[in-house]
């Protein structure tokens, strides 16, 4: 025989046993998987399964698109939000090795003049992104380092162009025309990256943050221009 304590501990569960659930009670929720667009959607953005050969070619199309961002320059988040530095690891090496065999590193075989480039370019970008940091940019360190770094690609062009013009000579003419072509790889290297960067920089502190920009494209612009090759 159960006891009255027994009795009083069963007493709120009493009812429960004749406690049923209409079938006409809809149950809210979903809980089945997800085979529409959301679905496709996220299998396109994992990449475990992809060959190497895709996930390469993507990179590539990547680098790619930012170079022709570069190429027309406008307000555009694309560059800033797909940040990398493949492209300007890629146009720096281009450069250091465009820029070997002057007249003025020949005792060295180009080893200097190739260290050079790297300590200017990427110590220059360094400095300048702490700049717009310290201004109170809104820009992230990698995001400033990928837009200056893409930006070189008119100066690289324009070392490139130099280069096929002193097989010709580097008399008056020659001079003249680096001249004109450094210039206008310099004047779009500047605008393109102050177009890139204008937003995330406050309005009274603009002219604080292109200046050093300014000075670092001007460098290499002349080291272009200056570069003769070693006889």
Known sequence: MATAAEEEASRPFA???DV??????????DISVPVGPSARRDDEFSTLDEPVKETVLRDLRAVGKKFVHVLYPKRSSALLRDWDLWGPLLLCVTLALLLQGGAADSDY?????FAEVFVIVWFGSIIITLNSKLLGGTISFFQSLCVLGYCILPLTAAMA???IVLVAGS???SFAVR???VTASFGWSTFASTAFLA???PTNRKALVVYPVFLFYFVIGWMVLTFSPSQ
């Open 161 to 163: 162009v130099c280069r």
């Open 15 to 17: 009812g429960l046993s």
């Open 20 to 29: 049923s659930i209409s079938e006409d009670i809809a149950v809210e929720g």
């Open 179 to 181: 001249l004109v072509v």
């Open 199 to 201: 937003d995330s920089q």
């Open 109 to 113: 075989q180009g080893g200097p003049q």
């Open 171 to 173: 008399g008056a003419v």
